[in-house]
């Protein structure tokens, strides 16, 4: 890592953030270079063969590996603190390489009922028609992980911290005490914080999970995974699957997403201050019944929050309009994102543009009404995306829409 150069010091997440990385090429190039090339040339016949066998490094095709990818995989683990890191295709990606690689059929998961909509399905449904059980449970309470435990079938405990969109907090070591002391693996998805923010694996976390699509890239540019942990579980279990599954980043998302960790640690900082604000705001609104982020005293998990992300809330929240009934919040949610100006109404977070969505029509819409209900998505419930504008824009721009404010 490290421009090639040999004596690294210990440096700080920001300057890893921006200096590390796979050596330079002879040309000598300033900006990490961009190689878009399918496959790479052997030198003989002799090395091609032992760099097949994985006896000698060194690049033969972009499904396998790809230096501009290995630059963002190599960055992307010293954030994280972890031996490696491989990337994929998408977040998405990310978590069926890892069930393709870590699991089969009879295996148990124990998996949050908060997580991802798409992860719930992808465990839930997908994986389950593939013969792997998944028992979804609590966010916040660590005894309900511990009684879906089933000794010598569970393999995995798959936590997400904080959980989209109710912005709730699991405890990281708890959870990995669990999961090693029935010989499982503990995987989180970091999306929300990132490593700018919280480091699961210093929590006890064996994998660390990535969409590079939200803050890693932070912009809104390109689809990007990863999954970050030990060289063992990586790259001895993972890559070869990864191999001849396909799942891999190409060379100009990660290239992008790469640029992007560059100003990873000083966007979440500004963003979460934002949200911050927003949120203190938000709570003294009249036509505001809840709001959600682990910043503020009110929130449930507030201290274990500050503990476990560097006391930060980080930078999307949640909240919930005042209404009668399901029918009426809905329709206050509806009207309040209709009269934004400014804000993008669009699915992603993560970028420097403030984005707002309705999570039980949109990210959590295929969800069945009990799924939901079990997730505690309600009709009221808007997310916000806190961005890189002024906070006094973002702001007013949401007081359009709260009966009240201004
Ligand atoms: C977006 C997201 C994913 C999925 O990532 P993609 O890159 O869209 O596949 C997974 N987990 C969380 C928490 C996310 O926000």
């Known amino acids: 890592m490290s421009e090639g150069k040999d004596d690294v010091p210990q440096w700080h997440p920001d300057t890893l953030a921006v200096r590390a990385s796979l050596p330079r090429t002879p040309y ?139 912005i709730e907090v699991c405890d990281i070591a708890a959870l990995a005490g669990l999961a090693h002391d029935c010989g499982a693996l503990l995987v989180v998805d970091n999306c929300f914080c990132s490593p700018a923010l919280q480091r699961p694996a210093a929590f006890g976390a064996d994998l660390v999970m990535h969409s590079g699509t939200k803050f890693l890239d932070g912009q809104g540019r390109v689809l990007a995974g990863a999954l970050c942990g030990s060289r063992e579980l990586v790259e001895g279990r993972l890559l070869p699957v990864q191999r001849s599954a396909g799942i891999s980043l190409s060379p100009f998302n990660a290239w992008v997403v790469l640029k992007g960790l560059e100003t990873l640690g000083l966007r979440m900082r500004a963003q979460g201050a934002s949200a911050l604000e927003l949120a203190q705001w938000l709570q003294s609104q009249p036509g505001v019944a809840r709001v959600h982020y682990p910043g503020l005293d009110s929130h449930p998990q507030h201290a274990l929050a500050m503990r476990q992300q560097s006391g930060q809330g980080g930078a999307v929240l949640s909240f919930e309009v005042a209404a ?80 009240g404010s201004n």
């Open 28 to 166: 000598g190039e300033h900006s990490e270079a961009l190689f878009l090339s399918s496959s790479f040339i052997q030198s003989d016949a002799r090395s091609a063969a032992a760099r097949f066998a994985g006896d000698e490094d060194g690049f033969i095709y972009s499904r396998f590996s790809n230096p501009t990818v290995g630059m963002f995989e190599q960055r992307l683990a010293a954030l994280e603190g972890t031996e490696v890191a491989l990337a994929t295709s998408s977040g998405m990606g990310a978590i069926t390489l890892l069930m393709l690689g870590l699991l089969q059929a009879g295996d148990h998961v124990v998996c949050s009922r908060s997580v991802f909509g798409a992860t719930l399905k992808l465990l839930g449904d997908t994986f389950g028609r593939f013969g792997v059980q998944t028992s979804f449970v609590s966010q916040t309470d660590v005894s309900e992980w511990r009684a879906a435990l089933r000794p010598g079938r569970t393999r995995l405990l798959f936590a997400e911290t904080p959980s989209n969109p109710l």
């Open 324 to 403: 009668d009934g399901p029918e009426q919040a809905r329709e206050r949610a509806f009207a309040l994102i209709d009269s934004t100006r400014l804000c993008s109404i669009t699915a992603n977070f993560g970028d420097t543009r403030t984005t707002i969505t309705h999570p039980a029509s949109t990210s959590h819409g295929r969800l069945s009404a009990e799924q939901r209900a079990a997730a505690g998505i309600g009709q009221g419930l808007i997310r916000v995306g806190v961005g890189l504008e002024h906070v006094e824009d973002i702001r007013r721009d949401l007081a359009r829409g709260l009966p």
